[in-house]
């Protein structure tokens, strides 16, 4: 493993914190004490500023002792330099190595007796008992006492989609579908209907409406504190995701614990759902996909480690749930990710959900990373982001050059794909690969025609030091890199990416909106065939037809203010833009739609699953909140919050329905609870959803009908 791995990412921002003030304070003060963490069996390297003599590390000049003071059994060497100490053979424990002035070669008066506080940790690669995963974790306990110590000293002395069929038709479903990423694989939502009934999350209730006839039939509360988050219909049977927080223990140290559950319902009655089972795992609720009969459950789940300081015995295994009952996972359940770089579980349950009242809830658990999904017929994906740069003293640490050490001038990241085998209800991890960036969401990755294509940001795209590419890889099956687009849109990041057929659309962004066309065909050799230009970017790009591309984000403007040495960058309205590929040598935008100015915003910019389809009229629509510049710069004024619906097909897009509630006199600002959520079509008529209310449409003249609150 390597050893920089060891460092979550959740210190990440703190370590950035406390390096960049250490650059302040150690640099001004030449006594420093420093810490470090290693794995049994690696060596540890310190660089110095100055050089030291050979002779000092047999003279007594340099020293390595334990917590008693005495002298520890450990094998000491230098570079030809003079400048490099590197310590191996220390076995688990903690130490401190003691550089005193008369090691270096060239005395000065500003040199003092020098120390590092060095820890070495059992390194864990296979989990074979309880103990092994304590010290697995006992790892990350040592990590965190080292940054606070760390910062402690420091202030004492001064942060796929292959989605290659089109929704442009001339049929389609009788009601609404989610807008799901993958055809043939659901995910779960907020609101939902099967052609009868409205099924909707209202805070801590799912309402469940009559569409006829407009009436509520039934408020169904899941549980006391229970706040749904997911769901999902089969056949007659209501699925509900949600997270639940259990306290486990109060005496003598409080714990508690996140808890993932499955409710699963008879809802052949629909005004009276009956429970028939419920399942779950423990952690926070990732995602559920459902492919066919089965159904998927992914979450992530940090266990209280640090509570083994004071209590050895605290139980870091995950559990899962099948009604009242819970069973602790045994150890041979856990799976280790290969280079586990995190104190964090990804949790992955299955059932077949034909006979959720008998079927086997099948639990994996694989210990080390969480991340983006993205999950393909055969196989889920999680994109893993690891980071690099922010602690080089993990490695290599300087004394007396703090800032070319240890201060992230750079921000080298890289991410980790594992690829899991699903099979029915088996859950099995078969590949794991690496690429240099991060991932935006699940629309960076795609599988097609056995290979994976994933699209990633490498560096930061903001600030004086802004060194961004942009990069898309292609895999094997067994997550092994084929072929590449390197360094992209430097000093952008993408915003959006989608894949249709053979072809990569990438979305990137600083100043302007890059359009890349990339033909993945020969998957050795793929090539960027087009770019284009224009002001703005797209948050979300979904396929009209073959050839073109709806986009939804935003208008921008770019201005220089006084004082910036770099151009600013502001969100205007709301942006559509209808994307011609069909020369994909020069693609253009065929037409661009604005709505309302700064401050106008839709959940469709960041969540997929809010974008309404009808691919009968070829209708797109979404929730939008618009406001409006004033004469007064800083000031906007609040014009009404609903839903727009756009006829959109390779000719244009034209607008069908402004369904807008004006704002009232003296209304500055939308209320929250009347903020469509999700648009919905049962037949001929149409449905806008909030947490306050649904309200139904005729879909032809789009008039308002009825109106039932919560």
Do not use: C
């Amino acid at each position: 493993m390597n050893k920089g791995k060891l460092f979550g990412m959740a210190l990440v921002a703190s370590l950035v914190a406390v390096l960049a003030l250490g650059y302040f304070m150690l640099a001004k003060n030449t006594e420093v004490q420093a810490t470090g963490i290693l794995f049994e069996g690696e060596t540890y390297s310190i660089t110095l500023k100055q050089p030291i003599t050979e002779k000092s590390l047999t003279d007594g000049s340099i020293l390595v002792v334990d917590e008693n003071d005495k002298s520890a059994k450990a094998k000491l060497s230098v570079d030809k330099a003079g400048t490099t100490i590197s310590v191996d053979g220390l076995s688990v424990g903690k130490y401190t190595l003691q550089i005193k002035q008369t090691a270096y070669a060239k005395k000065a008066k500003s040199q003092q007796e020098q120390s590092v506080a060095l820890e070495v940790v059992r390194k864990v690669e296979k989990l074979t008992s309880t103990e092994d995963l304590k010290d697995y974790f006992r790892a990350f306990v040592a990590q965190e006492n080292a940054a606070s110590s760390l910062s402690n000293d420091m202030v004492k002395e001064e942060s796929a989609m292959s989605m290659e069929k089109s929704d442009l038709s001339s049929g389609g479903p009788s009601y609404s579908t989610t807008n799901n990423q993958v055809e043939g694989i659901e995910e779960g939502d907020i609101t939902i209907t099967d052609g009868q009934s409205i099924y909707t999350i209202v805070d801590n209730k799912v309402v469940i409406v009559d569409a006829k006839n407009l009436q509520v039939m039934k408020r169904l509360k899941i549980g006391k504190d229970i706040y749904p988050t997911h769901l999902m219909l089969h056949d007659q049977t209501l699925i509900v995701g949600y997270t639940k927080y259990v306290e486990t223990q109060r005496e003598p140290h409080y714990d508690g614990k996140s808890v993932t559950k499955i409710a699963f319902y008879d809802v052949k009655d629909a005004k009276n759902p009956t429970l028939v089972r419920e399942v779950g795992h423990d952690g926070d609720i990732t995602s559920i996909r459902k492919a066919g009969n089965y159904l998927y459950v992914v979450s992530s789940r940090m266990p209280n480690y640090w509570l083994l300081q004071e209590t050895p015995d605290v139980e870091l295994r995950p559990s899962t749930y099948d009604g009242e009952k819970e069973t602790v996972m045994s150890v041979d359940k856990i799976r280790m990710f290969p280079e586990s770089n995190e104190p964090n579980y990804l949790i992955v349950s299955a059932i077949d959900v034909s006979n959720v009242k008998s079927n086997a809830w099948k639990t994996e658990s694989f210990l080390g990373n969480s991340g983006q999904l993205y999950m393909s017929e055969n196989a889920i994906y999680i994109a893993s982001m690891n980071h690099y740069g922010f602690w080089a003293g993990i490695e290599r640490t300087s004394l007396d050059d703090t800032v070319s050490s240890t201060m992230p001038a750079r921000q080298n990241n890289e991410t980790t794909i594992y690829k899991i085998l699903i099979d029915k209800t088996a859950v099995k991890m078969t590949a794991q690969g690496k690429v240099p960036g991060s991932v935006l969401n699940q629309f960076s990755m795609d599988e097609h025609d056995g290979h994976v294509r994933i699209a990633t940001t490498e560096g930061s795209a903001w600030g004086t030091t802004a060194n961004s590419k942009n990069h898309l890889f292609i895999l094997d099956e067994n997550l092994k890199q084929v072929g590449a687009v390197n360094d992209m849109a430097k000093g952008e990041r993408i915003y959006s990416a989608r894949f249709m057929g053979d072809k990569a659309y990438l979305v990137t962004f600083k100043e302007t909106d890059p359009l890349f066309v990339i033909d993945t065909k020969n998957p050795t050799a793929p090539k960027v065939l087009g770019e284009l230009k224009i002001p703005g970017f797209s948050n979300y790009l979904h396929p009209i037809g073959e050839n073109h591309l709806l986009g939804i984000g935003y208008d921008t403007e770019v201005k220089m203010e006084e004082g910036s040495k770099e151009p600013v960058v502001y969100t205007n309205g709301m942006k559509l833009s209808l994307f011609d590929v069909t020369d994909f040598n020069k693609p253009k935008e065929q037409q661009a739609v604005v709505i309302g100015g700064r401050g106008t915003s839709s959940p469709v910019q960041y969540d997929h699953k809010a974008l309404f389809r009808d691919p009968r009229q070829n209708y797109y629509g979404f929730p939008v909140t618009i406001y409006s510049p004033t004469d007064e710069e800083e000031q906007l004024k609040y014009e009404g919050t609903g839903a727009h619906i756009y006829k959109v097909t390779p000719k244009g897009i034209e607008l069908v329905a402004d369904m807008i509630e004006k704002a009232r006199p003296g209304e500055q600002y939308e209320d929250s609870y009347n903020v469509v959520q999700r648009l919905l079509y049962i037949d001929d008529e149409l449905f806008t959803v909030s947490r306050s209310k649904v309200t139904s449409f005729n879909g032809k003249t789009f008039e308002k009908q009825q109106m039932v609150g919560f």
